[in-house]
């Protein structure tokens, strides 16, 4: 933001006023600011860049979101968004995308996160012809956008599970109540192992 901008947003929200376009009086507003950027802002109002005495106004509760690389449920919320853009683009053929794609998107970088996921998902949607989406049907520029070594598969997926969120057996069995009880279970002491079964049988 230009720092004549930041001294107006500063004046509107120390008066409550603001001019509105095409105005000559000012009209009282009363608003509540959220306010999100990608920026260091600490590091900007050292450097001159953002205003102190905004960046002090602004500075009210705080949260952190990650960004799509780091969030531990990417891979569930790429299957949301992907259910998402075949109900949106009215697809009526069954729609899966192969376990190398999966493999991809779960070590890409994704520099443009959630934006970038839906336009990948949607000219997925666009380039695929069969029932799986291959990596040939991935955008160049996304792909460039990993190193050589990425695109190389980690490992080879066993035919027939699919490779997402609620088919991988693992990660069905820690979202079951009873798979979270034998996990939890595992990492107590051998002498608690049949902790699992004793509550089984007392209840």
Known sequence: ?????????????????????????????????????????????????????????LNGAQFWLPP???????????????????KAQYVD???ALSAEVWDIFERHPWPGNIRELRNVLRSCLAMTSGP?????????DFLREMSDSALKPRRRVKQGCRHTPNGDPRLR???????????????LPRRQETFPNQRDNSG
């Open 68 to 86: 799509l690389r780091e969030r531990p449920d990417k891979l569930g919320l790429i299957e949301h968004l992907w259910e998402q853009e075949v």
């Open 132 to 140: 799986e989406t291959l990596v040939s049907d991935l955008p160049n």
């Open 93 to 95: 053929e069954h729609k």
């Open 1 to 57: 933001m230009a720092l004549d901008l930041q001294t107006a947003l500063l004046c509107a929200l120390d008066s409550s006023e603001i001019v509105p376009v095409g105005g000559s009086r000012p009209v009282t507003v009363d608003v509540q600011v959220i306010a999100a950027t990608n920026s260091d802002l600490p590091d900007c109002v050292r450097k001159g860049a953002f205003r102190r005495d905004l960046y002090y106004r």
């Open 173 to 187: 069995a820690r979202r079951s109540p009873i798979g979270r009880r034998m996990l939890s279970a595992r990492r």
